[in-house]
């Protein structure tokens, strides 16, 4: 029998079970020399091996993890099934900060906007034209730095002619991300932000009924070509960061006319 012949709890229990007895034995180490190599007593050990959570925090369960050498998927998987209930895997997203590559990326995409930003929409990189279309994010304060916030700002009101619902998308988003990670420090302070700003507490309150997809179209007024239709791009990448892309290149090209 395996983890694929059943279903619900036994089904995590024997994969974690298979997945702890797997690994142990990689290591050639016993119940006991695993128990003592992780830091645990025997029981909370062996309830590991047992299949059964033994109640340990996340973080003592990512120690687990490191010194049975777990990584990748498995690391991913050790700790999703060792994990107390409503743990998901946003909760074990190893934050970082965008490459150099990554960076390159998003500056060879000009004359469209993209930006790099963290899971709680901090902009941690942006390509020239997001300064030309919109602002630079290199001259606004760091803690203002986010571009769910820039939203509610009058720049945006004037790029956005369909702002009301740009806002509303946005809003959404973040009540969803909140809704995976209520303890998370950065969205509760982007929440509590957004709440405090009056347009923003009516759409918090509202609560809109789905998350808008990944793909967009919007209105936007372009300072030297006029208002067309745009396509907006929401893209995860590794370490919880998501590229935000902005398809305007059409309207510099030629399609779209200043009115």
């Known amino acids: 029998m395996t983890a694929d012949d059943l279903d619900g709890d036994d089904g995590r229990r024997w ?25 645990l007593a ?22 687990v993890a490191d010194v049975l050498g777990l990584t990748g998927a498995p690391r991913e998987t050790f700790l999703l099934l060792a994990a107390e209930p409503g743990v998901t895997p946003y909760d074990l997203v190893e934050r970082r900060a965008p490459t150099v590559e990554e960076v390159a990326h998003i500056d060879l995409m000009d004359p469209n906007s993209a930006l ?6 901090n902009v ?5 034209a997001v300064a030309r279309l919109f602002t630079d994010p290199a001259r ?13 700002t009058r720049d945006a009101a004037e790029r956005f002619t369909d702002i009301d619902e740009v806002r509303a998308d946005a809003v959404a988003r973040v009540r969803a991300a909140l809704g995976h990670l209520p303890a998370d420090p950065a969205l509760r302070t982007l929440a509590g932000r957004l709440t405090a700003d009056p347009a923003g507490a009516r759409l918090w ?37 998501q590229l935000v892309v902005h398809h305007a290149a059409h309207l510099i090209g030629g399609t779209a006319h200043a009115h």
């Open 15 to 39: 994969a974690l079970m298979e997945l702890m007895a797997e690994r142990r034995l990689a290591l050639g180490l016993s119940v006991a020399q695993a128990a003592r190599a992780v830091g």
């Open 42 to 63: 025997p029981r909370p050990y062996a309830d590991l091996e047992r299949g059964v959570p033994p109640g340990l925090g996340l973080d003592r369960l990512k120690t």
């Open 116 to 121: 790099i930003t963290d899971h709680a929409w």
């Open 124 to 128: 941690l990189a942006a390509n020239a």
């Open 140 to 152: 606004t304060p760091r803690s203002d730095r986010n571009l769910v916030l820039w939203l509610f």
């Open 205 to 241: 309150r509202r609560r809109a009924p789905r998350l808008p997809a990944e793909a967009y179209p919007r209105r936007l007024r372009h300072p030297l070509y006029g208002e067309a239709s745009i396509l907006v791009t929401t893209s995860r990448l590794p370490g919880g960061l």
